[in-house]
């Protein structure tokens, strides 16, 4: 392998925009992101409830699957 073509790690802090920070291992110093596994719907089991839909889509589909769900 060749030397000194390799990024170094440094401890990072990664913020998120909802106040959770943590720290982990990174090129960069620091990572600001917009969702974080604390926030985010699939990890905090919101789920259907934070889906921004225009058109309806998620509604149709669940009125459509709402009698299968059920068996």
Do not use: W
């Amino acid at each position: 392998m060749k030397k000194g073509i390799h990024p170094k790690y440094v401890l990072s802090v990664v913020h998120c925009a909802c106040g959770h920070t943590f720290e982990t291992l990174s090129t960069k110093p620091e990572i600001r992101l917009e969702v974080c596994a604390a926030c985010h719907p699939a990890f905090t089991g919101e789920g259907v409830q934070r889906i921004v839909d225009t058109e309806g889509r998620v509604e149709r589909f669940l009125r459509k699957y709402q009698n299968y769900r059920q068996r």
